[in-house]
Nanobody, 119 residues
Framework: QVQLAESGGGLVQSGGSLRLSCAAS????????VGWYRQAPGKERELVAT???????NYADSVKGRFTISRDNAQNTIYLQMNSLKPGDTAVYYC?????????????WGQGTQVIVSS
């Protein structure tokens, strides 16, 4: 199993920055990809950014040029640097790790961290 713990959320004014962290523990090997997703009130969970084990990056169009995903393997931590934040970025942000479980790609999730951007 994989355990994920997010931190770094909070209240920030429009135009500000936050850095989210996700500490991973457990069976953190053979990872296919890591990522960040978010869910705003009344909306479905959506992809924010992903990073594959091969180094391929993918960002939602709404965050391109503003958010950066990174991974520190030595610290077993995944980061999301968020700049130029907008009220539309308000959501609960979830860390995700995808790795095989019984040879089947499986998603693991953290508990989420709230980000509120005030106008």
């Amino acid at each position: 199993q994989v355990q994920l713990a997010e931190s770094g959320g909070g209240l920030v004014q429009s135009g500000g920055s936050l850095r989210l962290s996700c500490a991973a523990s457990g069976r953190i090997y053979s990872i296919n990809a890591v990522g960040w997703y978010r869910q705003a009130p009344g909306k479905e969970r959506e992809l924010v950014a992903t990073l594959t084990s091969g180094g391929v990056l993918n960002y939602a169009d709404s965050v391109k040029g503003r958010f950066t995903i990174s991974r520190d393997n030595a610290q077993n931590t995944i980061y999301l640097q968020m700049n130029s934040l907008k009220p539309g970025d308000t959501a609960v942000y979830y860390c995700n790790v995808n790795r095989p479980r019984y040879m089947i790609p499986t998603d693991y999730w953290g508990q989420g961290t709230q980000v509120i951007v005030s106008s």
